[in-house]
């Protein structure tokens, strides 16, 4: 088990089995964080093998998701970031074995990314980079938030990069998804950042089961 990782607020761990669009899924309702413990290898274990776990059972297509704050102005809170590239260079140390020489851009599926921008409704989404920080802190809005918009990305977050490195030793296919909880100006807390998730919950759960449908 998680131990004492597992309680964690907003992440549930658990693992859910059931259907979404109509085709049959496997879920993560939460999932374990490189910025829970930067320190403990342990942790670096637990993102692998749960993502891991996945692509054993028959995982072929990965749909992630996570919240995301935006840089320099490129999506609004409330808006879809549709990653379509990392910037890997202020990421933290990725849970894998050397020689595992895998790009983990190479998994992000264009298939995938028009499948969005079909389905999307009235949602605001942007194909846009995203650079990965190792947290748990925010990255300071002063200097930090301008030094990652000058990577190119559109949006920074502190996970969905180890996800995908796992899945390119599957040659899976993955569509990483962000949520806008916040901006690069106005303050925000991680209290605030679950409220605005919870509340967009519904309607990105219709998003979400009209994606799966498509596959």
Known sequence: GFGELAALEGHARRLVIGTLGGK???ALRGRVHLNEAPCDPQVARRVRLQTEMLLQLGVQT????SAVG????A???GGIAVVDG???VFAPGMPMWAGEFKSPDDTLDPTLREIVYEERGDLVTKTVGHVM???PFFEGRKYDKGLLADTGAGVVGMSMLPEACIAALYDAKVLGLGFVTNDDVAEHSHEENQRRAREA???LCGFLARIVGRL
């Open 133 to 135: 920080v190792r947290g």
């Open 86 to 88: 990392f910037v890997t």
């Open 75 to 77: 999506l609004p809170v």
């Open 201 to 203: 919950a519904p309607h």
């Open 70 to 73: 935006a840089l320099r102005g």
């Open 24 to 26: 049959a899924v496997v």
């Open 62 to 65: 990965l749909i992630v998701t």
